[in-house]
């Protein structure tokens, strides 16, 4: 790596932060990264409680996210090995299921005609709304009025659209953007072949990228700063200057790769970044909530993923048909508002009528993260 090259600063170590810092050394520029938690890995990260290898919260890729597969290459974590691939299953507590098909959106469009839960009416719904998704939605339209536009049936939003917006976008449909879920519909369901395959990791959240992105950068000559807040940045004569607890460092360019709430304070001070605050100002966040129940040894899922059309919780992962312990089970409870205890014991309840064989949980344990 050439010692002259511009430095660059990467303020957060999630994953995208990390991504951006694996680009740069590809490019030949030094990236310093700062993370002000004291671990890497954000949003998506290994939790460990109570001697429990868990998750900040249970998550999945798609075979859509092609970048990001192909980043995990290059910093040596095989996705081959580390998920599950299936072709998108929703299956059902109730019995409702819909199996898509690996493969065009040909193929995506028989796995409809050929669904047993869906009648014909339901069926001509969702040839329509795909057929509408390939023009973008109006800017201001909701997931709600879209549905409404192309006259989807109750049957569909129940089973087919509400569970994949809210869970892609976490966020209910009254307050969805259309032009959002219609682009993520677009890249699965008419995207290429295998980009709506369901990729469900077999190893924590940590050893999927963060950890062996940040044993590839020290091997490159990047530098991680676990543990470091960068409290404000600056302009300066030659880049800018980062206010860190040590003093002032100096770098050609700055990235923020924190989530939109961290970035005004870090920002406040650069001059014509007036309006991307104002406009971050205005997002509002919501929780997702996993419920971790050990259910014991002997308990098992039908499938290691499934959906609860109720919504309490949205989806269940058997953890120990994905290489977790035998037993434990995370649902997730997706745009959750209420209270933890309640959403606790709402969702241990509703597992518990869905499959009457479990037991009462062994352990249960609750995060939430928005
Ligand atoms: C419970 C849950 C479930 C999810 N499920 C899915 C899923 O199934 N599929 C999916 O695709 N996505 C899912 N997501 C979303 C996904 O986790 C995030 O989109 C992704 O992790 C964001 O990564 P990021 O690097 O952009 O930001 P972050 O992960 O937020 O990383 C930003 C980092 O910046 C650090 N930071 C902040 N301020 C400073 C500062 N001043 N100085 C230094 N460091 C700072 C933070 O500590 C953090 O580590 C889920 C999110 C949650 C919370």
């Known amino acids: 790596?050439?010692?002259?090259?511009?430095?660059?600063?990467?303020?957060?170590?999630?994953?995208?932060?990390?991504?951006?810092?694996?680009?740069?050394?590809?490019?030949g520029v030094r990236p310093v990264v700062f993370e002000a938690a004291p671990q890497i890995g954000g949003r998506a990260r290994a939790v460990e409680l109570d001697g429990l290898a868990l998750d900040n919260g249970q998550h999945i890729l798609i075979g859509g996210y092609v970048d990001t597969l192909a980043m995990m290459r290059t910093v040596g974590a095989d996705?081959?090995?580390?998920?599950?691939?299936?072709?998108?299953?929703?299956?059902?507590?109730?019995?409702?299921?819909?199996?898509?098909?690996?493969?065009?959106?040909?193929?995506?469009?028989?796995?409809?005609?050929?669904?047993?839960?869906?009648?014909w009416g339901d069926r001509l719904a969702a040839m329509r709304l795909m057929a509408a998704i390939r023009r973008a939605p109006a800017a201001d339209e909701t997931v709600t009025q879209m549905f409404a536009r192309t006259r989807q049936t109750d049957t569909n939003v129940r089973y087919l659209w509400a569970p994949l917006c809210i869970a892609a976008l976490n966020t209910g449909l009254d307050d969805a953007s259309a032009r959002v879920f219609a682009q993520v519909l677009r890249d699965t369901l008419l995207g290429r072949a295998g980009a709506s395959d369901v990729l469900l990791p077999r190893t924590d959240l940590g050893q999927l990228f963060p950890v062996p992105a940040a044993a590839w950068l020290t091997r490159q000559g990047g530098q991680l700063r676990v543990g470091e807040r960068v409290r404000g940045i600056s302009p300066n004569?030659?880049?800018?200057?980062?206010?860190?607890?040590?003093g002032p460092e100096l770098f050609a360019q700055v990235v923020v790769a924190t989530s939109p709430h961290h970035v005004p304070a870090l920002i406040g001070a650069?001059?014509?970044?007036?309006?991307?605050?104002?406009?971050?100002?205005?997002?509002?966040?919501?929780?997702?909530?996993?419920?971790?129940?050990?259910?014991?040894?002997?308990?098992?899922?039908?499938?290691?993923?499934?959906?609860?059309?109720?919504?309490?919780p949205h989806w269940i992962f058997d953890r120990g048909a994905l290489g977790g312990p035998p037993g434990l089970m995370a649902c997730v409870v997706s745009a959750a508002d209420a209270a933890r205890d309640d959403t606790e014991r709402a969702v241990i309840d509703a597992v518990r009528r869905a499959f009457p064989s479990l037991p009462e949980p062994r352990r249960v344990r609750t995060l939430t993260d928005r």
Not at 237 to 246: E, H, I, K, N, P
Request: glycine share 10%.
């Open 237 to 246: 004569a030659d880049g800018f200057a980062l206010d860190v607890a040590s």
């Open 270 to 312: 650069l001059p014509g970044t007036e309006r991307i605050a104002a406009e971050i100002a205005c997002l509002g966040y919501e929780q997702v909530t996993t419920v971790f129940a050990d259910f014991g040894e002997g308990a098992r899922l039908p499938q290691a993923m499934m959906g609860f059309a109720d919504g309490v």
């Open 79 to 119: 996705p081959d090995r580390l998920f599950d691939r299936l072709p998108l299953s929703l299956r059902f507590t109730d019995g409702f299921e819909l199996r898509a098909r690996s493969g065009s959106p040909w193929a995506q469009a028989l796995a409809f005609m050929a669904c047993p839960s869906l009648t």
């Open 1 to 27: 790596m050439n010692a002259d090259r511009p430095s660059v600063a990467i303020v957060g170590a999630g994953w995208a932060g990390l991504a951006c810092a694996v680009e740069c050394v590809a490019r």
